[in-house]
């Protein structure tokens, strides 16, 4: 019988959260809920010095906000608690010294310095960099002396010398890498008592039960690693797969350095993209569905993701294909719920001058045209504000040609033509006081755009006079009126 799936995130609380993370957590979401298993959340904090309450907070919000909600976690429990690996110091540290006893791991008292030393004389003699093992030897004559100088040792893992370790990706098929690579005996445990990344990982997927790891491609080093203490464990590997990284254009790493806060879901989150949006875009940068589909849901993809699909190749991260994502969301996604995640954006607004369903029409109105909803406090600012800024080429220009105070004359006088919140009705009245006036096109309509709005360009002309209605448009005119 084949064990219940168990694919995991676990994320280091050292940065917000990224939006490799963030593929990465949807992939195992996506694996788990597809095979009918669990999604697990756990935060890897061995990183003392750099781990942060707010990170965590971020990650957990960032996390949730796409949809990828998990089954077992730090804030919602589950059979295998504790989420996090500071408060399993102690239990890491028993299985490090149940490893020392059975000669598969020792404690070793190189100083920093002597690591050092041990660096440089590897570069200049063009020798990779590697721990030299020395410490595997120690007599104990060393080890009295070291102790006595103060010296606190880690734990090293003995990693076997001219070895292949293998193993077959679920995504990039037969990988082998020679322990060689890997670095000489590995610390497991530091000196302050904290477990290594490479330890605790091992340590947790196997308490946790895990069946799967799937995680980015960076990892690769360290799957071969961990494979040596799953067997030192004697322990049965999970599924490793690899997830490709995500580059940009030129091919470099997404990195906080270089891209600033567009690596992380935050920004995303703060600038008004939708999480069905990124969700979708990071889904298909290295997976198709099947049916070869561009745009799908995260329910849609659960129903048909499997690893196979994953590509093998690097992935470009291509924000303006995202923006290009989120804009078709903006404009799908029922009105009502635009509507909602908009309000905070226009936060600054007396948004209650309108009815819901009036507010409904703004959003509708002014959707068609954005990449992000927080564009939206720009693009529907003329509906709200008491007075509309008129830019100083219209105010001295066009809105104080003959013909356009002629337009206003007639609209002043047919406001009642404006009350019902008809467009159609709307838009033809203002036809009809062209025809009265020999006037048409941009002649006929941009004085009146411009009076309301405070530009010739905007939406359906029909529908804004419809949701401005009467009052409105009488103030706005006879504003104008008498300031130019
Ligand atoms: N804490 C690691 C990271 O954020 C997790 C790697 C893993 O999934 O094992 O990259």
């Known amino acids: 019988m084949t064990s219940k799936v168990r694919a995991r995130i676990a994320p280091s609380p050292t940065g917000h959260l990224h939006v490799g993370t963030a593929r990465t957590a949807l992939y195992n979401y996506l694996y788990a809920r597809r095979h009918q298993g669990s999604f697990v959340m756990r935060l890897e904090d061995t990183d003392e010095v750099r781990s942060d309450q707010h990170y965590t907070d971020d990650i957990i919000d960032g996390l949730k906000w796409l949809g990828l909600a998990w089954d077992e976690g730090p804030d919602i429990g589950g059979p295998y608690p ?90 990039k098929g037969e990988i082998q890498i020679h322990t060689s690579d890997i670095g000489g005996d590995m610390v497991i445990v530091k000196s302050s008592g904290i477990a290594v990344y490479n330890f605790a990982v091992v340590v947790d997927d196997l308490d946790m039960k895990m069946t799967h790891v799937i ?43 270089k891209h600033g806060e567009a690596v ?87 948004v209650s001058q309108y009815s819901r369903e009036q507010l409904e029409q703004i959003i509708s109105l002014v959707r068609e045209g954005l990449t992000a909803l927080s564009e939206i406090k720009n693009a529907s600012s003329f509906f709200f504000v008491k007075e509309v800024a008129i830019p ?64 010739t360009s905007g939406p359906d002309l029909g529908a804004t006079l419809a949701i401005l209605g009467p009052d409105r448009i009488k103030s706005r005119i006879e504003a104008l009126l008498q300031h130019c």
């Open 82 to 171: 504790p989420y996090t690996q500071m408060e399993k110091t102690d239990h890491y540290e028993q299985i490090a010294h149940k490893l020392i006893s059975q000669g598969k791991a020792y404690f070793c008292y190189a100083t920093p310095e002597e690591l050092d030393a041990l660096r440089e004389q590897q570069k200049d003699s063009g020798e990779g960099q590697r721990y030299d093992n020395s410490g595997r030897a120690y007599t104990q004559e060393q080890i009295d002396r070291f102790q006595k100088e103060g010296r606190v040792p880690v734990i090293r893992f003995k990693v076997e010398e001219d070895r292949v370790v293998s193993w077959h990706d679920a995504i």
């Open 215 to 257: 995680r980015g491609e960076d990892h690769i080093h360290n799957t071969a690693k961990q494979i040596l203490l799953y067997e030192a464990l004697g322990a049965e590997l999970p599924v490793f797969a690899h997830v490709p990284l995500m580059f940009d254009h030129d091919r470099a790493k997404l990195s906080k350095r």
């Open 392 to 455: 100083e080429e219209l105010n001295s220009g066009l809105l104080k040609q003959e013909h356009s105070r002629k337009i206003f004359g007639k609209i002043l006088e047919n406001l009642s033509a404006f009350a019902a919140p008809d467009p159609k009705a709307c838009k033809a009245k203002v036809d009809e006081i062209g025809k009265e006036l020999g006037l048409k096109g941009k002649d006929l309509y941009w004085p009146v755009r411009a009076a309301l709005c405070g530009s």
């Open 264 to 350: 992380h879901i935050k920004k995303y989150r703060d600038d008004g993209y939708m999480p069905e949006a990124i969700v979708n875009y990071l889904a298909q940068i290295s997976w198709t569905p099947p049916s070869g589909n561009e745009f799908f849901t995260l329910e849609e993809a659960t129903g048909v993701f499997d690893l196979d699909r994953v590509s093998k190749s690097p992935a470009v991260f291509d924000t303006k294909r995202l923006d290009w994502f989120n804009g078709h969301y903006i404009r799908t996604l029922p009105l009502s719920v635009i509507t909602d995640r908009s309000l905070p954006y226009l936060a600054e607004f007396d």
